[in-house]
């Protein structure tokens, strides 16, 4: 994989990822409050569910072009502290990623499924800090990104 590729999947990836969170957080979530449950969380849950497969395929570029462009660069041992904080800030928003869709969305769309919205309610309580967390830690990554030389 050429570098320019590489680095041009990568910003992608992290547009993709970092972007959806902020949307979903300041965007999709105080819109949607305004809805009664019964309308809220299967928006959510839908919303939720298409940026959970995007996420899932931009995780995998963001990783695999990161581990090119590091292995292009010498290796870890040549690349600077800030690349050596961005990939464990990666791999720690990964696992984050993956829990999120593992356990409390699939806890949301089967709360949804049985219209029960006092759970699909606690589903999202536990998603909302996690995204949030992660948005957070996006941002940081990026802006080491931008100064990491």
């Known amino acids: 994989m050429d570098i320019t ?3 041009a999947l990568h910003l992608l990836g992290i ?3 970092v972007g959806g969170m902020f ?3 300041f965007a999709l979530r105080p819109a949607a409050l305004l809805l009664p449950p019964p309308q809220r969380l299967p928006l959510l849950a839908a919303a939720l569910g298409r940026f959970i497969a995007f996420t899932g395929v931009a995780v995998i570029v963001v990783l695999a072009s990161g581990g090119w462009l590091i292995a292009a660069g010498g290796g870890m041992s040549a690349m600077p502290r800030a690349v050596h904080a961005m990939m464990t800030v990666g791999v720690v928003m990964a696992l984050v990623y993956a829990y999120v869709a593992a356990l409390p969305y699939r806890e949301l769309r089967a709360a949804v499924a049985r219209a029960d919205w006092s759970a699909g309610g606690a589903a999202m309580a536990r998603i909302r800090p996690l995204i949030v967390a992660n948005l957070a830690l996006g941002v940081v990554a990026a802006v080491m990104g931008a100064f990491a030389r």
């Open 15 to 17: 547009i993709v990822w």
């Open 23 to 25: 949307f979903a957080n």
């Open 5 to 7: 590729l590489a680095r």
